[in-house]
Protein backbone atom coordinates (compact mmCIF):
# COMPACT_ATOMS: atom_id res chain seq x y z
CA UNK A 1 0.00 0.00 0.00
CA UNK A 2 1.92 2.87 -1.37
CA UNK A 3 -0.38 5.68 -0.56
CA UNK A 4 0.07 9.08 -2.14
CA UNK A 5 2.83 8.92 -4.89
CA UNK A 6 3.96 12.04 -6.56
CA UNK A 7 6.14 12.45 -9.55
CA UNK A 8 8.62 13.73 -9.84
CA UNK A 9 10.10 14.49 -6.45
CA UNK A 10 12.71 16.78 -8.08
CA UNK A 11 12.18 19.24 -11.41
CA UNK A 12 14.04 21.86 -12.71
CA UNK A 13 12.14 24.31 -15.68
CA UNK A 14 13.27 26.85 -17.62
CA UNK A 15 10.82 29.91 -17.72
CA UNK A 16 8.13 29.19 -20.54
CA UNK A 17 8.55 25.40 -20.46
CA UNK A 18 5.56 23.23 -19.65
CA UNK A 19 4.95 20.16 -17.68
CA UNK A 20 2.62 17.46 -15.78
CA UNK A 21 2.89 16.51 -12.38
CA UNK A 22 1.48 13.27 -11.48
CA UNK A 23 -0.31 12.23 -7.90
CA UNK A 24 -1.43 8.35 -7.81
CA UNK A 25 -3.44 7.42 -4.80
CA UNK A 26 -4.37 3.66 -4.17
CA UNK A 27 -6.68 3.76 -1.36
CA UNK A 28 -9.93 4.39 -3.44
CA UNK A 29 -10.43 7.97 -2.18
CA UNK A 30 -12.91 10.28 -4.46
CA UNK A 31 -11.30 13.89 -3.68
CA UNK A 32 -7.86 14.74 -4.49
CA UNK A 33 -6.29 17.67 -3.93
CA UNK A 34 -3.22 19.81 -4.89
CA UNK A 35 -1.33 22.00 -2.65
CA UNK A 36 1.48 24.53 -3.16
CA UNK A 37 3.56 25.48 -0.51
CA UNK A 38 6.41 28.38 -0.75
CA UNK A 39 8.76 28.94 1.82
CA UNK A 40 8.03 29.96 4.92
CA UNK A 41 3.76 29.74 4.29
CA UNK A 42 1.27 27.14 4.67
CA UNK A 43 -0.25 25.36 1.65
CA UNK A 44 -2.64 27.16 -0.21
CA UNK A 45 -4.47 25.50 -2.65
CA UNK A 46 -4.40 25.10 -6.24
CA UNK A 47 -6.92 22.92 -7.46
CA UNK A 48 -9.19 19.77 -6.68
CA UNK A 49 -11.59 17.16 -7.34
CA UNK A 50 -14.58 15.62 -6.11
CA UNK A 51 -14.49 12.31 -8.06
CA UNK A 52 -13.72 11.15 -11.46
CA UNK A 53 -13.86 13.23 -14.31
CA UNK A 54 -14.64 16.52 -11.89
CA UNK A 55 -12.43 19.46 -11.09
CA UNK A 56 -12.60 22.78 -9.31
CA UNK A 57 -10.56 25.73 -8.30
CA UNK A 58 -8.78 26.59 -5.03
CA UNK A 59 -7.41 29.71 -3.61
CA UNK A 60 -4.48 29.61 -6.38
CA UNK A 61 -5.48 28.68 -9.73
CA UNK A 62 -4.17 30.16 -12.19
CA UNK A 63 -1.40 28.91 -14.59
CA UNK A 64 -2.29 26.04 -14.08
CA UNK A 65 -4.55 23.40 -15.19
CA UNK A 66 -5.30 19.63 -14.11
CA UNK A 67 -7.35 16.94 -14.91
CA UNK A 68 -8.72 13.13 -13.46
CA UNK A 69 -9.26 11.24 -16.09
CA UNK A 70 -9.00 8.24 -13.70
CA UNK A 71 -9.96 8.12 -10.10
CA UNK A 72 -6.63 7.39 -8.95
CA UNK A 73 -4.49 9.71 -10.73
CA UNK A 74 -4.55 13.63 -10.62
CA UNK A 75 -2.62 15.51 -13.10
CA UNK A 76 -1.23 19.30 -12.49
CA UNK A 77 0.01 20.59 -15.21
CA UNK A 78 1.85 24.30 -15.89
CA UNK A 79 1.66 24.94 -19.66
CA UNK A 80 3.97 27.70 -19.69
CA UNK A 81 6.06 28.16 -16.24
CA UNK A 82 7.06 31.23 -14.87
CA UNK A 83 9.45 32.16 -12.09
CA UNK A 84 6.49 32.69 -9.28
CA UNK A 85 5.78 29.24 -9.91
CA UNK A 86 8.86 28.13 -7.98
CA UNK A 87 7.64 26.24 -4.62
CA UNK A 88 7.36 22.67 -3.28
CA UNK A 89 3.78 20.99 -4.56
CA UNK A 90 2.08 18.38 -2.44
CA UNK A 91 -0.89 16.21 -3.66
CA UNK A 92 -3.51 14.86 -1.24
CA UNK A 93 -6.36 12.55 -1.30
CA UNK A 94 -9.21 11.38 0.90
CA UNK A 95 -12.40 9.81 1.43
CA UNK A 96 -14.33 12.92 2.85
CA UNK A 97 -17.26 10.78 4.62
CA UNK A 98 -17.69 11.08 8.04
CA UNK A 99 -19.30 7.75 8.79
CA UNK A 100 -15.49 6.18 7.89
CA UNK A 101 -13.13 9.18 8.01
CA UNK A 102 -12.19 12.59 6.50
CA UNK A 103 -8.15 12.45 6.98
CA UNK A 104 -6.50 13.55 4.29
CA UNK A 105 -3.06 11.58 2.72
CA UNK A 106 -0.56 13.81 1.47
CA UNK A 107 2.60 13.07 -0.64
CA UNK A 108 5.78 13.51 -0.11
CA UNK A 109 5.98 16.69 -2.36
CA UNK A 110 7.73 18.10 -5.86
CA UNK A 111 10.13 19.98 -5.48
CA UNK A 112 9.96 22.55 -8.81
CA UNK A 113 12.02 25.46 -9.26
CA UNK A 114 11.86 27.64 -12.52
CA UNK A 115 14.74 29.26 -14.11
CA UNK B 1 -15.22 27.76 6.62
CA UNK B 2 -14.14 29.13 9.73
CA UNK B 3 -10.98 30.78 10.21
CA UNK B 4 -8.37 29.73 13.11
CA UNK B 5 -6.05 32.05 15.26
CA UNK B 6 -2.64 29.98 16.57
CA UNK B 7 0.29 31.06 18.09
CA UNK B 8 3.56 31.35 15.25
CA UNK B 9 5.68 29.75 17.47
CA UNK B 10 6.01 27.44 21.14
CA UNK B 11 8.86 25.53 22.83
CA UNK B 12 8.25 22.62 24.43
CA UNK B 13 11.34 20.37 26.91
CA UNK B 14 11.29 17.17 25.55
CA UNK B 15 9.48 14.98 27.93
CA UNK B 16 6.38 17.65 28.75
CA UNK B 17 3.18 17.77 27.59
CA UNK B 18 2.80 20.54 24.67
CA UNK B 19 -0.17 22.38 24.64
CA UNK B 20 -1.43 24.03 21.22
CA UNK B 21 -4.21 26.56 21.32
CA UNK B 22 -6.46 27.49 18.82
CA UNK B 23 -8.92 29.99 18.71
CA UNK B 24 -11.43 29.38 15.99
CA UNK B 25 -14.49 31.66 17.63
CA UNK B 26 -16.65 31.71 13.92
CA UNK B 27 -16.73 28.27 14.11
CA UNK B 28 -21.01 26.72 13.16
CA UNK B 29 -22.32 23.71 14.58
CA UNK B 30 -21.81 21.29 12.21
CA UNK B 31 -17.57 22.36 11.25
CA UNK B 32 -15.01 20.12 12.73
CA UNK B 33 -11.72 20.52 13.94
CA UNK B 34 -8.98 18.81 12.56
CA UNK B 35 -5.22 19.01 13.56
CA UNK B 36 -2.53 18.15 11.03
CA UNK B 37 1.29 18.49 11.33
CA UNK B 38 4.40 18.74 9.04
CA UNK B 39 7.20 17.85 9.73
CA UNK B 40 11.02 19.79 8.44
CA UNK B 41 9.48 19.68 4.59
CA UNK B 42 7.45 16.51 4.24
CA UNK B 43 4.07 16.47 3.29
CA UNK B 44 1.57 17.46 6.19
CA UNK B 45 0.66 14.29 8.56
CA UNK B 46 -3.27 13.74 9.99
CA UNK B 47 -3.33 13.86 13.98
CA UNK B 48 -6.71 13.87 15.14
CA UNK B 49 -9.93 15.54 14.82
CA UNK B 50 -13.18 16.16 16.70
CA UNK B 51 -16.83 18.06 16.35
CA UNK B 52 -18.37 18.12 20.44
CA UNK B 53 -16.45 15.89 22.52
CA UNK B 54 -13.34 15.55 23.44
CA UNK B 55 -10.56 13.00 21.56
CA UNK B 56 -7.85 10.97 22.09
CA UNK B 57 -5.66 8.54 20.17
CA UNK B 58 -2.21 7.24 19.97
CA UNK B 59 -0.73 10.60 18.84
CA UNK B 60 -2.29 13.52 21.01
CA UNK B 61 -5.77 14.82 22.91
CA UNK B 62 -7.94 16.88 21.59
CA UNK B 63 -9.93 19.32 24.22
CA UNK B 64 -12.68 21.62 22.17
CA UNK B 65 -13.93 24.09 24.47
CA UNK B 66 -18.07 23.57 25.73
CA UNK B 67 -18.74 26.89 23.41
CA UNK B 68 -16.64 25.24 20.62
CA UNK B 69 -15.02 28.70 20.09
CA UNK B 70 -10.93 27.30 20.86
CA UNK B 71 -9.44 23.75 21.15
CA UNK B 72 -5.86 22.34 22.65
CA UNK B 73 -3.95 20.28 21.15
CA UNK B 74 -2.39 17.95 23.33
CA UNK B 75 1.01 15.98 22.52
CA UNK B 76 1.01 14.01 26.26
CA UNK B 77 5.29 13.52 26.26
CA UNK B 78 7.21 15.57 23.49
CA UNK B 79 9.54 14.03 21.42
CA UNK B 80 12.42 15.70 19.63
CA UNK B 81 10.68 14.04 16.34
CA UNK B 82 7.52 16.45 17.33
CA UNK B 83 9.28 19.44 16.32
CA UNK B 84 7.74 20.40 13.16
CA UNK B 85 4.75 22.94 12.14
CA UNK B 86 0.71 22.06 13.58
CA UNK B 87 -2.20 23.11 11.63
CA UNK B 88 -5.27 23.51 13.37
CA UNK B 89 -8.34 23.96 10.60
CA UNK B 90 -11.81 24.16 10.91
CA UNK B 91 -14.36 22.89 7.85
CA UNK B 92 -17.51 20.77 7.62
CA UNK B 93 -16.52 16.99 6.78
CA UNK B 94 -17.70 15.95 3.36
CA UNK B 95 -17.09 19.69 1.88
CA UNK B 96 -14.48 21.53 0.32
CA UNK B 97 -10.90 20.59 0.84
CA UNK B 98 -9.00 21.53 3.84
CA UNK B 99 -7.58 25.38 4.24
CA UNK B 100 -4.65 25.81 5.98
CA UNK B 101 -3.12 28.78 7.68
CA UNK B 102 0.48 29.37 8.45
CA UNK B 103 0.00 26.84 12.02
CA UNK B 104 2.44 27.06 14.99
CA UNK B 105 5.98 26.14 14.97
CA UNK B 106 6.72 24.17 17.95
CA UNK B 107 10.37 23.17 18.55
CA UNK B 108 10.89 20.99 21.33
CA UNK B 109 14.00 21.25 23.47
CA UNK B 110 16.01 18.83 24.82
Known amino acids: NAGVTQTPKFRVLKTGQSMTLLCAQDMNHEYMYWYRQDPGMGLRLIHY???????AKGEVPDGYNVSRLKKQNFLLGLESAAPSQTSVYFC??????????????FGQGTRLTVV | DAKTTQPPSMDCAEGRAANLPCNHS???????VYWYRQIHSQGPQYIIH???NNETNEMASLIITEDRKSSTLILPHATLRDTAVYYCIVGLAGNTPLVFGKGTRLSVIA
Open chain 2, 26 to 32: TISGNEY
Open chain 1, 49 to 55: SVGEGTT
Open chain 2, 50 to 52: GLK
Open chain 1, 92 to 105: ASSYQDPRVGTEAF
